[in-house]
């Protein structure tokens, strides 16, 4: 899988679940979640995941990528 990115998807209950999706599958995801209900279908890196679209209550998208140290003269 190609440019996979980290997202944390929060749910009503408290739980989280921690995923890496294309950018492709993130799209995908994010939009059905703007429609806001019914099931979705996610395949990621480790599997896939059916979500309950109406349970979701937060999506967290990894950043750029962090680096420690020093970049370049």
Do not use: P, Y
């Not at 995908?28 to 979640?33: P, R, V």
Request: aromatic share 6%.
């Amino acid at each position: 899988m190609a440019e996979a990115k980290r997202i944390e998807i929060g749910f009503s209950g408290g739980q989280v679940a921690a995923v890496r999706l294309a950018e492709k599958e993130l799209t995908a995801f994010q939009t059905a979640l703007k429609k806001g209900t019914g099931w979705h279908d996610v395949t990621g890196e480790d599997g896939a995941l059916s979500l309950d679209l109406a349970t979701v209550t937060f999506v967290r998208v990894e950043g750029n990528e962090q680096s420690i140290g020093f970049a370049g003269d």
